[in-house]
Every structure is written in structure tokens, then in C-alpha cells.
């Protein structure tokens, strides 16, 4: 079947809806009535088959009966078998239930609007073909007594069916020349218009229905082995004990089981804290550096200057490689994170960092010069070397020079912290971890942070003023207004 949805035609004709299976109930396999000795009956038979029947038997189904042995164990470690009970709804009509079954033991009645169109016994499958279309289910699957089904996500079903060519044969045979690729892709493109055809998923508002959120697979997981092979009848009569269907009392676990599982557990435990703190991830944890008072590193020969009464902080960035719990730790704090970068690029990057600092530098000197109307040249500034890297330390050396050449006091007392990248013409422009420059002024009780233009947000004081800035002028007159 290749559209996903029912016409009145498909009921009025009885057209198979089920790949493989006539419409009319059939009595293959057929369960008794009594729920609980079946089910009692095949939790006994799972527990002395081996894992490897499963796939086995999988070969005897017609889904699976092409495929190879690697791809049936492959099949059957994607799957789950469950139990169900009796009335437990499968699959629902216009839904994007999106699950793929094949039923193990047990019966399941499809139902269109209500009305019965077939039944689907041992071996049969349904559920693929809204799957693979990511269309509406064309029918409503209900459970009759108790099932056993084996059952594939969707994920699982669509990688499998386009990696598994005799499961593709099985569950479409009706692809034709074109291939499959073009039969799902006409799959789809029916999917998508009986989504439109439907009055409460219209394009234009919300076109799918709650179909990407995640779903629950009904019934309950049956855990270890499981056998495929038809019930004899004896193992649904009496059991040992006296009373029909009564199975063996389920044994205990001893002391010794529980104490080495708990070992178990404890060493799990002690490797994932020892990997905790002695793996370092290839990650470096951006902190504050310690701020550092320009105005100490800064000397002016041949002229005399008069010192600021205030600081001008100059805030630097360290990155540190932590273990891998320092590094969840300084993530769950927001403290940012950069990958490492390999040996022979972080060595080029320091390189190149320190050219940065020795032209914001020169940057400095040239627009303080300019602010307080001296001649460049004549300036001789040398400035201490901390080694630090990078272009954001422009601005604030370059207030605090022009506040030693000018003679008015701009610090009058203050605690000013500043970032910024400076351009030949004194124009600021953005830097980087403003933020966690921010948490460098606010350690220092910063009365007031200068920033470039536009970053404002990026940094707080809690006690101080942020402020925006566009040149060196800027700054200097914000700082003789405010």
C-alpha cells in the first residue's frame, strides 16, 4: 500500500491495508482467552530461550525472511519486544503515531472510522507506511487479547529500510523501476497532503500535529530473551503447582548477587570520578584576570606629568584548561569556554597577540599626544612589558596618558576600568569577553567602566556606572562631565 490514507472505496471493497495480509480476520495463531496464562506461559518459554533465537525466528517472518544473518541481529538489537494488553490502542487513526509493528503472538484489529478492515495475526506488520511518508496513520490498531509485538521507532525503521534492500522488497514491494528513493519521496509528498486534508492540522497554522514530540511505546518492554515459535498447547494448560497457568515462584536475588552488584556500581562509580578529575578536555575556561593600574607602567622621560589621583585599571583575560569537572563546573557558573587550539597555532596566535599589544600601544601614545596637543614625536613613553596579548588595552592606557599630560584632573579620586581597541584616528572599536572583563572591574569596586559603543549590555556593576564610548575623545570628555 503505498498512500497512507483510506477512501470509502478501500472499506467498501475490503482492499488490504496490511502488507502481505487479507482483510478478513483470519485464525492463524490465535490466543486463548485467558490473558494471564499466556502471558505467564510466555514469560516461562522467554526464560530458557537463548537472545539468539530472536533473530532466527525473525527469519521466519515474512518483514524479515530476505534478510542475512548480520542484518537480522542488527534488526533485532534496533527493536523491542513488548506485551500488551487486551484494548491497548496501537496505533491512532489520522495520529502520527509513528511506530512500526510486527506481531509476535496475539491478534490486532485495524479499524477505520470505527468500522473493522482487517485483522493482523502472527508474522503480519503494519505502521510502515506512515513511517516512511511521515503521514497520518491510516487506521486505528487495537489490541484483542494479549500480544506480544516486536516494534521499530522511527528513526530505527527509516535507517534500517534504506540500509537493508531485502526489507525494502518485504515492506514495499510496490516501489516499482523507480527505486525506493522516489517512492518515498512520493511517500512524503502524499504524507504532507493528508495532513492538509485533515481540519484540525490545516496548512498555514500549525500543519503537523503533535507528531515531533515524544512518544510513548505502549504496552511493557520485555527485558532478555524472547522466543519467536508458536505455543504448543500443553504450555497453555496447566503448569506445575495444581492451578491453570501457575508458573514458578519468581527466585530472589541472594545476598552475594546484591553485594556484587553493588560493587559493581561503586567501581562504576569511582571510575566516572576519577575520569571527572583527571581528564582535561580539549577546553579553555575564560576567567578575570587580576586588574593592573596602568598609570604604574607608564614613564614619560624629558617631561614632567602629573600622576593621576584616581586608578585606571587595564581588565585582562586568562584561559585556563581545567579537568573535565572544573570545566562543568566553570560552565554551570556561565564562566565562557573556547576549544584549545593545536601547539603550532596557538604559538603563531600568541605571536601575533603581541604584535597586537605593542601596536595598541603605539595606538595609545599617538591619540593621547593628539588629545592633549603634543607633538607625537617629541613624546618618549615606555611602557612596562607584562606579557600580555592583544588590542584591547588601547583605551585605557591611552586616558591615562592623557590624563598625566593634561594638567586637569579626569580621575579626580576614581577607580576607572576600561576596554577598547584603538584605531590610528583614536576611534574605539569592539573587543572581546566583555563580561568577564566586567567581573575583573567589579572584584577592583570600579566606580565607572568604559566600553565600546554597543557592548554596554554585555557588562554589569553593581556599585558603578558602564558606559559607551566611541573615540578617545569621547572618553575624555565623559570623563571631565560625569
Not at 41 to 68: H, I, K, M, W
Not at 105 to 129: I, M, N, P, W
Not at 278 to 297: K, Q, S, T
Not at 315 to 329: C, D, F, K, P, Y
Request: glycine fraction near 10%; include cysteine; aromatic fraction near 6%.
Amino acid at each position: 500500500m503505498g498512500t497512507g490514507v483510506f477512501t470509502n472505496d478501500d472499506v467498501a471493497s475490503g482492499r488490504d491495508i496490511v502488507a502481505g495480509h487479507d482483510s478478513a480476520p483470519t485464525t492463524e495463531t490465535t490466543v486463548a482467552p485467558h490473558g494471564s496464562r499466556v502471558r505467564r506461559a510466555l514469560r516461562s518459554v522467554a526464560n530458557r530461550r537463548p537472545r539468539s533465537e530472536l533473530y532466527r525466528q525473525l527469519a521466519d517472518l515474512p518483514a524479515f525472511a530476505g534478510c542475512t544473518g548480520a542484518e537480522l541481529r542488527r534488526i533485532g538489537r534496533c527493536g523491542e519486544v513488548i506485551e500488551v494488553s487486551p484494548g491497548t490502542v496501537l496505533l491512532r487513526e489520522h495520529r502520527a503515531d509513528w511506530w512500526f509493528y510486527v506481531v509476535l503472538a496475539g491478534q490486532v484489529r485495524l479499524t477505520l472510522r470505527r468500522r473493522t478492515v482487517a485483522s493482523v495475526s502472527r508474522g503480519g506488520h503494519f505502521g510502515e507506511v506512515a513511517v516512511v511518508g511521515f503521514g497520518p496513520q491510516p487506521a486505528t490498531a487495537v489490541a484483542t487479547g494479549p500480544c506480544f509485538l516486536f516494534v521499530l521507532g522511527r528513526r530505527q525503521l527509516v535507517t534500517l529500510v534504506y540500509d537493508v534492500p531485502a526489507l525494502q522488497r518485504a515492506l514495499f514491494p510496490e516501489a516499482g523501476e523507480d527505486g525506493f528513493r522516489a517512492y518515498a519521496r512520493r511517500l512524503f509528498e502524499e504524507g504532507r497532503t493528508a495532513w492538509g486534508r485533515l481540519p484540525r492540522y490545516r496548512p498555514g497554522a500549525r500543519s503537523l500535529p503533535p507528531s515531533l514530540l515524544p512518544l510513548t511505546l505502549p504496552g511493557r518492554r520485555v527485558r532478555g530473551p524472547f522466543s519467536l515459535a508458536v505455543l504448543p498447547p500443553e504450555a497453555l494448560r496447566s503448569a506445575p503447582g495444581g492451578r491453570p497457568g501457575a508458573g514458578a515462584p519468581r527466585p530472589m536475588l541472594s545476598r552475594r548477587a546484591v553485594g556484587v552488584a553493588a560493587a559493581i556500581a561503586a567501581l562504576a562509580a569511582g571510575a566516572l570520578a576519577a575520569f571527572a578529575f583527571l581528564y582535561h578536555p580539549p577546553v579553555a575556561v575564560m576567567e578575570p584576570g587580576p586588574p593592573i593600574d596602568v598609570v604604574r607602567d607608564i614613564t614619560v622621560r624629558d617631561r614632567v606629568v602629573d600622576r593621576p589621583t584616581g586608578r585606571y585599571l587595564l581588565m585582562s583575560v586568562r584561559s585556563e584548561r581545567r579537568t573535565l569537572a572544573g570545566t562543568l563546573v566553570a560552565a554551570i557558573r556561565g564562566a565562557p569556554t573556547r576549544p584549545l587550539l593545536p601547539t603550532a597555532a596557538a604559538r603563531d596566535q600568541e605571536t601575533l597577540g603581541h604584535e597586537a599589544f605593542r601596536d595598541s600601544e603605539r595606538m595609545a601614545v599617538e591619540a593621547a599626544a593628539s588629545a592633549a596637543g603634543v607633538d607625537p614625536g617629541s613624546l618618549h613613553v615606555t611602557i612596562r612589558d607584562r606579557g600580555l596579548i592583544g588590542p584591547s588595552a588601547g583605551l585605557v592606557y591611552a586616558l591615562a596618558l592623557t590624563d598625566m599630560l593634561d594638567r586637569a584632573d579626569l580621575a579626580r579620586g576614581r577607580v576607572i576600568a576600561a576596554t577598547g581597541e584603538l584605531d590610528p584616528s583614536g576611534r574605539v572599536w569592539p573587543v572581546g569577553f566583555v563580561a568577564v572583563k566586567a567581573g575583573a572591574a567589579r572584584s577592583a569596586h570600579a566606580a565607572l567602566l568604559l566600553v565600546p559603543r554597543g557592548e554596554e549590555s554585555e557588562a554589569r556593576l553593581p556599585r558603578g556606572e558602564v558606559r559607551g564610548v566611541l573615540s578617545v575623545t569621547d572618553a575624555e570628555r565623559l570623563l571631565q562631565s560625569s
